[in-house]
């Protein structure tokens, strides 16, 4: 099946400061990535839909300007939490659908904020 | 608006037994219904997919789903259940190129 990375796996960062996350389709194109946030034991919550070349979509309640999010390419989409807090400590997960309609996920990337 | 329930949270299941994992959805049209596999401090892992065509659809590791309409369910099933298995396993819906919603998952796991 087709690859998304991201990286980093892990960031510990302190309160108050910018943390980028990178999403990369190593082996297909996508001009649309999304973006899900995964609280311990639970489900994943979408954020945002990355569109490249355009604005991203947000789900209601995500703020558009504490989560920045840049697609810069067909192959790269990247998620900026800006003046990050401890409330924004979670697991980050991408993912990128094929033109076959499956979407396939990154391995995630681990936030805490200190 | 669409929806996807999983009413176990957790299921242990012995090792070599025969499992099944329950999903029901609500979707205002035809949907397109996925299985997904999570292991600790992981992405998703695609297990199967039902678009459309035969009900019973095969995926990898083993794995086979039904879709049942009149039921609206899409249940995960697997004859024999190896400890590797253990993780845990998310039910979505969704229209194609589009987002996912994803049930709360089902905690699978294998005792000896």
């Known amino acids: 099946g087709a690859v998304v990375s991201q990286h980093p796996s892990r960031v510990i960062c302190k309160s108050g400061t910018s943390v980028k996350i990178e999403c990369r389709s190593l082996?297909?194109?996508?001009?649309?990535m999304f973006w899900y946030r995964q609280f311990p034991k639970q489900s994943l919550m979408l954020m945002a839909t990355?569109?490249?070349?355009?604005?991203?979509?947000?789900e209601q309640g995500v703020e558009k300007d504490k989560f920045l999010i840049n697609h810069a390419s067909l192959t790269l989409s990247t998620l900026t939490v800006t003046s990050a807090h401890p409330e924004d400590s979670s697991f980050y997960i991408c993912?990128?659908?094929?033109?076959?309609?499956?979407?396939?996920f990154g391995p995630g990337t681990r936030l805490t904020v200190t | 608006a669409q929806s996807v329930t999983q009413p176990d949270i957790h299921i242990t299941v012995s090792e070599g037994a025969s499992l099944e994992l329950r999903c029901n959805y609500s979707?205002?049209?035809?949907?397109?219904l996925f299985w997904y596999v999570q292991s600790p401090g992981q992405g998703l892992q695609l297990l199967l997919k039902?678009?459309?065509?035969?009900?019973l659809v095969q995926g990898i590791k083993g794995f086979e789903a039904e879709f049942k309409r009149s039921q609206s369910s899409f249940n995960l099933r697997k004859p024999s259940v190896h400890w590797s298995d253990a993780a845990e396993y998310f039910c979505?819906?969704?229209?194609?190129?589009?987002?996912?919603?994803f049930g709360k998952g089902t905690m699978l796991l294998v005792s000896p």
């Open positions: 993912s990128a659908p094929t033109v076959a309609h499956e979407q396939y």
């Open positions: 082996d297909f194109q996508a001009t649309t």
């Open positions: 990355s569109n490249e070349g355009s604005k991203a979509t947000y």
């Open positions: 979707y205002g049209a035809t949907p397109y």
């Open positions: 039902y678009f459309s065509g035969d009900t």
């Open positions: 979505a819906v969704g229209a194609g190129y589009s987002t996912l919603t």
